[in-house]
């Protein structure tokens, strides 16, 4: 993948915030749930690009789709640890602490379906570029149904 100053730079942004979550507790649950929403947020915007483009109301561009893609891919494992005990609220759901092995599975399939697109977008096929967005609305859309307020 080639790699310009702007995904170079969400790159190492992402990189930063990866470690400093990583390594702190969020001080308030009000600071979890506007990291969470805040990084679900970036990444549907990057995935409405793509989406945008599968679905022809956008030309496609292989470098504008690659780098939504890698975008997506790296800010589907981000929200995850705001999710923990006493951040409930926002637009969350209450299952997400009752059914935690299920919210995993959840996140578990939203990882793999991220990658599977950005590999779709590497490679330049559209079509695979369709499907793969396709798979990840839908898990998008099944976690949205189970767990977040309507």
């Given at each position: 993948?080639?790699?310009?100053k702007?995904?170079?730079?969400?790159?190492a942004?992402?990189?930063?915030?990866?470690?400093?979550v990583?390594?702190?507790?969020?001080?308030?649950?009000?600071?979890?749930?506007?990291?969470?929403?805040?990084?679900?947020?970036?990444?549907?915007t990057?995935?409405?690009?793509?989406?945008?483009v599968?679905?022809?109301?956008v030309?496609?561009?292989?470098d504008?789709?690659?780098?939504?893609?890698?975008?997506?891919?790296?800010?589907?494992?981000?929200?995850?640890?705001?999710?923990?005990?006493?951040?409930?609220?926002?637009?969350?759901?209450?299952?997400?602490?009752?059914?935690?092995?299920?919210?995993?599975?959840?996140?578990e399939?939203?990882?793999s379906?991220?990658?599977?697109l950005?590999?779709?977008?590497?490679?330049?096929?559209?079509?695979?570029?369709?499907?793969?967005?396709?798979?990840?609305?839908?898990?998008?859309?099944?976690?949205?149904?189970?767990?977040?307020?309507?």
């Open positions: 993948m080639k790699f310009n702007f995904t170079a730079f969400v790159v942004v992402v990189s930063t915030v990866i470690t400093g990583a390594l702190a507790q969020f001080a308030k649950p009000e600071s979890a749930i506007k990291y969470r929403q805040s990084a679900l947020s970036v990444m549907g990057h995935f409405a690009r793509i989406a945008a599968a679905k022809g109301e030309p496609y561009n292989k504008d789709v690659m780098k939504n893609a890698a975008i997506v891919n790296t800010m589907a494992s981000l929200p995850w640890q705001a999710f923990g005990p006493g951040t409930e609220g926002g637009s969350a759901l209450p299952a997400i602490w009752t059914e935690t092995d299920k919210f995993k599975s959840s996140q399939k939203l990882i379906a991220a990658a599977s950005n590999s779709a977008a590497q490679s330049g096929d559209l079509d695979a570029i369709k499907k793969a967005t396709a798979a990840t609305g839908a898990t998008c859309k099944g976690c949205h149904d189970e767990f977040k307020k309507k």
